[in-house]
Structures are given as C-alpha cells and as structure tokens.
C-alpha cells in the first residue's frame, strides 16, 4: 500500500495511539485521527473531500439522537443522570408560558416522561436478548486509536467490550421492524455496518486489544420495541476487509494526486448503467 501523502487540506494529525477508557466522546471525535464513517464516504470521493473540508457538514436526525441517547442512557448511566433532566408533566405544554420558561432553562439536555418511558422499554427488550445484560458489565465506551492500522493515524470508540471474552457488543438502534433478520441485514448492507466491525477490530487489533467476538444487539424505538442478536459470518468479513482496503488505496490516491472525483469521474465521460 502506498505511504501516506501530506495534504493541507485534508490531514490526519493525531498523535494519540492505544486504548483509552473514559474519554468524552467530545474529546474522542475532536481528535484528527480517520474514523470509520469517514471512511465509508470514499465511495464518493468527492462526498469525502467535502465533509473533511467543512464544504458541507454531517446532518444529525431526531434518531440518530434517540440512538444516542440510549446508547448514554444504558452503557453511562451515571452520566446519563448527570446530564439528562426529566420534565415534569407540568412542563411538558411548551405553549404555557411557565413550560417555556422551562424548557429555556433545561431544554438543551431535558426530555419528556413519555421520552424516557421509551428508553425504558427500548432498554427491557435489550436486556431480554440472549446476551443483552452482559453490556452491564462491560468497559463502555472504549476508544481506541492506532498510528500503523493504517497510512494515517486512525480511531474508533467501541459501544461495549467484554476483557474476560474479548467481546465487542455493538447496539443498534431501528425503526420498528427494522430488529426483523432480513431487514436488519438490508440495513447493515446499506450501511456498511459489516466494514465497522472489520475496521473497528483491525484498528483494535494493532492497538493492543484482541476482539474474537462481535455480537450486535438490535433494539427497536417504538411499536412492539421487539430486539434481535446477530452476528456476521466469515465471508462477510472477507468480503468487508475488501472494501475497507479499498477505501484507503482510494483514499491514498487521491490524497497523492488531490483529486476527489464525483459518482462520473470525469465531465467528459458519461457512465451506461446496467440492469
């Protein structure tokens, strides 16, 4: 593989390397190191380029939040009392001048009841999976970087890991149905959620952390909040140490020559789609 190029404008400058336990995940994404949804956008090169030069930014969704927010609420329990402020029923009507008033004051880290009533049921239906309590018991939160994994510094925060069997449980949050075998499989697909776990433990690997095992445990935030337990066979990881390779000889490339092409690389060239 090629050896890095320095760029000025897209750079990887962290000097961190090994296992960290209880950074602020602040902390962990301020760090210039390449995380693995970073490299998940060379697929676009273009996309990459301008996430990394701030042409554009990463737009956080009402649930990617409420992932968040369990993931806190049930991996940092004592962070999530901390920070996290339950509205009174009083105070819920945000029409009221008092609720308003409230809501000024706490708003930026309150909830409603019915908001924490869904994290509780999110949080049963994990907890009734065949290894769902083990979480409790886990270092959380775990970040990890490494300077060799790959030609640029590179990171990545796994959700919990268990030292005595070198486990690693990922929990997913999902639409209702999206717990379902065949529709959690589609979304790890369309979201690469195979090139994480290949990434995360290749990283983890070259800072010192062994990771045999992998489980996900996949929770949904509403309907029926049904959950499943998955893991990916071999040939996927074969198939996503591939593309992750991939990704950085394409990264590499264009950091060398500073070319970021688009889904047509070139204007001059027009692309006949197959069916």
């Not at 009402?62 to 369990?70: H, I, N, V």
């Not at 071999?234 to 198939?239: F, H």
């Not at 990704?247 to 020559?257: A, G, M, P, Y």
């Amino acid at each position: 593989m090629k050896p890095l190029t320095p760029h000025s404008e897209v750079s990887f400058t962290s000097t961190l390397d090994g296992v960290f336990q209880g950074m602020a995940e602040r902390d962990y994404r301020a760090e210039p190191a390449l995380a693995t949804s970073d490299l998940k956008l060379m697929e676009n090169p273009k996309a990459f380029w301008q996430r990394m030069t701030k042409q554009t930014s990463f737009q956080r969704t009402p649930s990617m939040a409420l992932g968040t927010m369990f993931h806190t609420y049930v991996l940092e329990p004592d962070i999530f009392t901390k920070t996290v402020t339950v509205c009174p029923d009083e105070f819920a009507d945000r029409r009221k001048k008092a609720s308003r008033e409230w809501w000024d004051t706490y708003g930026e880290n309150a909830i409603k009841e019915d908001d924490l009533l869904q994290l509780k049921r999110m949080a049963r239906a994990m907890r009734e999976l065949p290894e769902g309590n083990k979480v409790l018991d886990c270092q959380a939160e775990v970040s990890v970087f490494s300077q060799t994994a790959w030609p640029m510094p590179s990171k990545c925060r796994i959700d919990a890991y268990d030292p005595t069997t070198a486990t690693v449980y990922d929990i997913k949050t999902t639409a209702p149905g999206g717990a379902h075998p065949m529709a959690f499989r589609r979304q790890s697909k369309a979201l690469k959620y195979y090139m994480q776990q290949f990434n995360y433990t290749h990283i983890a690997a070259r800072a010192g952390l062994p990771i045999k095992r992998w489980v996900w445990l996949v929770v949904e935030t509403g309907g029926d909040y049904l959950a499943g337990q998955y893991e990916f066979a071999p040939e996927d990881m074969v198939q996503a140490g591939k593309e992750t390779v991939a990704n950085i000889e394409r990264l590499v490339d264009c950091l060398e020559f500073d070319q970021w092409p688009d889904y047509t690389p070139q204007k001059s060239q027009i692309l006949q789609l197959f069916y």
